[in-house]
């Protein structure tokens, strides 16, 4: 589909609307179930005292927020990631960025009671430093082979889960259920100040990678095509990385490791939408929302009253959704 | 032909020089393409010519000696800038994934967009017109992954097209091509630069392709050029020889009277059968 400005506002649109309606579906589900009518009547604000009131305010909105804002943001980044590296299974779990973030906020929780902003600069920094890694050893070929991708990140991942586990080594026990939760990707203990953090973020970041969507669409040709028609590549990839790992990093610190988001949601738009960033970005982006949402609505009702870490959920379907990919296609978009 | 004296040239390099060892890949290059020009670079596989490609459109930047564009350093001009007024067709052709065949030459008007994020009617126009002159425009739907080697070598030159350069850069565009769209592109080549004063440099192995459309050709041996000026000056048995070391037949072919060059094969010293 060829990107105008009235297709992309069409599919914007009609992404927003079901992002609207699964918000308000995954509102009701859970393990106190509550009545769709019950949703609506507190949404315009006419109960604010009973418990369904409470559950949804306190408990449930920021969650699903949270996780619609975290599907967002790591949709996205594998899309550019995707586009940069000229590689359909580049990703930000897959290539070690995550891991990079969350070495970086352990860290930063280790060496002191870090609130939350400063947990958040010390991923951003470890999402930074990963991706100028990846983009080191990318370098020498120009684009970055699957083989190459796939050892990198575990290499990569397999570091920082050392680093990690030193620290959690270190803590007490009763710390250790969140940590590994977090470790999965948990958005159980989300409130609404995380959302807060992360929403401005999110819907910069990904206004910022929009205005860069035909920088994408050339960069995903190659470097030495983007530059003969007029982009400054170096420049601009750098750009890109700060807004990537700002996103990442801040997601991660927020939600743990949530995995194979970056790579399925893209895909999915694909298929229907082509490749065109400038409808790929947004719809990615609206799209992962909904996404995550489900997932992690999903998380916390398939054992309910126990609960899942939501990345276990995405890693069930992503793990095989990236084999079948590469068994299939490899490292080839056609 | 241009006179070549009244007109400021389009393209310029004074005494390029690339590479700092001994032997210098490009050695003191000395070139001039006027608007209207077409000007064929050849010589034998690694004498230099794509490096030279490389340093004239400003992705490489030379370690002495100076590239003008319209009459200023290349270097001193942003690759936006660059973008808008110098076109190259690439001889490895770098697509978009998954773009049909007119995403693809309307993404050659990045350049001209500045911050506009989607084409407008007037780059849809210049985007339809390259597909035309490159015989694509039955094709404007078809993922651009999906084509034959001949057609994605005229949907680079079209995606190049696109952008209207006043300078055009081509490395090897007719290798791919069967007989009729080599002569297709050459010829459309050759209007555009009668009528609309284009200037191209043309990087090419056939030599009697290169004899036939251009006007001057370079002839790089070694990085260092061998010979330079019209076709019938270039291209004789003596300079083929010393740069390719063959021994060849040159005489006049019948239809415009530029140089044909024939290969002669070696005799069998001994043929012991």
Redo the contacts between chains.
């Keep these: 589909m060829r990107a105008t400005p009235a297709r992309v506002g069409l599919v914007c649109l009609g992404l927003t609307l079901f992002l609207f309606l699964v918000l308000l579906l995954c509102l009701g589900l859970g393990t106190a179930d509550i009545s769709p009518a019950q949703v609506l009547t507190w949404l315009f604000g006419t109960i604010t005292e009973n418990s369904a009131a409470v559950i949804l305010t306190k408990f449930r909105l920021p969650r699903l927020l949270l996780a619609a804002l975290a599907g967002a943001s790591l949709s996205m980044c594998g899309a550019v990631f995707q586009g940069v590296l000229r590689n359909p299974l580049a990703e930000p779990f897959i290539l070690g960025v995550s891991g990079g973030a969350a070495a970086g906020a352990v860290l930063a929780l280790l060496l002191g009671p870090a609130g939350l902003g400063l947990t958040a600069a010390a991923a951003f920094a470890g999402a930074l430093a990963t991706i100028l890694l990846v983009m080191g050893i990318a370098r020498r070929h120009g684009r970055m082979e699957t083989s190459t991708l796939v050892l990198t990140g575990v290499m990569i991942n397999a570091f920082f889960t050392s680093a990690i586990m030193f620290v959690i080594s270190t803590t007490t026990d009763q710390k250790l259920h969140a940590i590994m939760f977090w470790l999965y990707g948990d958005l159980s203990g989300s409130n609404i100040e995380q959302a807060w953090l992360l929403g401005p973020i999110v819907l910069g970041g990904g206004l910022l990678l929009f205005g860069y969507s035909r920088h994408l669409n050339l960069l995903s040709a190659g470097d030495r095509a983007a530059a003969l028609a007029g982009v400054h590549v170096e420049k601009v990839k750098l750009i890109l990385f700060l807004i990537v790992s700002l996103l990442c990093g801040v997601t991660v610190c927020l939600s743990g490791l949530i995995g194979f988001v970056g790579l399925m949601v893209p895909h999915l738009v694909r298929m229907v939408l082509g490749h065109d960033y400038r409808l790929l970005l947004p719809a990615a982006g609206l799209f992962g929302a909904s996404f995550l949402v489900l997932a992690d609505t999903a998380a916390r009702t398939v054992i309910s009253p126990a609960q899942l870490p939501v990345g276990v959920v995405t890693a069930s379907l992503g793990a095989p959704f990236f084999l079948m990919l590469l068994a299939r296609r490899g490292s080839r978009w056609w | 032909m241009v006179v070549s004296g009244k007109l400021k040239p389009a393209l310029a390099a004074e005494g390029l020089v690339f590479g700092y060892s001994e032997r210098p890949v490009v050695d003191g290059v000395d070139l001039e393409i006027f608007p209207g020009d077409i000007v064929g670079i050849i010589g034998p596989n690694g004498s230099g010519k794509s490096t030279l490609l490389g340093l004239l459109?400003g992705?490489l930047t030379p370690s002495q000696g100076l590239v003008s564009l319209l009459g200023r350093p290349i270097q001193e001009y942003?690759?936006?800038?660059?973008?808008?007024v110098l076109?190259?067709v690439?001889q490895t052709p770098?697509?978009?994934?998954?773009?049909?065949i007119?995403?693809t030459v309307?993404?050659?008007r990045?350049?001209l967009?500045g911050r506009r994020?989607?084409e407008d009617a007037e780059d849809l126009a210049a985007a339809r017109r390259a597909l035309t002159l490159t015989g694509l425009e039955n094709l404007t739907d078809r993922?651009a992954?999906?084509l034959s080697g001949g057609e994605r070598q005229r949907l680079v030159l079209a995606r190049a097209l696109a952008?209207e350069p006043k300078v055009l850069l081509l490395d090897e565009p007719t290798s791919a091509l069967d007989l009729d769209y080599q002569l297709k592109v050459m010829s459309l080549l050759e209007k555009a630069c009668a009528q609309e004063n284009l200037a191209v440099g043309l990087v090419s192995h056939d030599l009697n392709l290169a004899a036939m459309y251009c006007h001057r050709l370079v002839l790089l041996s070694q990085g260092r050029p061998l010979a330079q000026g019209p076709p019938e000056k270039v291209l004789t048995p003596e300079n083929l020889l010393a740069a390719y070391g063959v021994k060849t037949l040159v005489d006049q072919e019948p239809t415009r009277g530029r140089p044909r060059v024939t290969l002669k094969p070696p005799q069998p010293a001994f043929d012991p059968l």
Excluded: D, H, K, W
Excluded at chain 2, 78 to 84: C, I, L
Excluded at chain 2, 94 to 100: A, N, Q
């Design positions: 459109c992705l942003g690759r936006e800038e660059v973008a808008q076109g190259v690439p770098e697509l978009t994934p998954g773009f049909s007119l995403e309307l993404i050659g990045f350049a967009m994020l989607f993922r992954g999906e952008a």
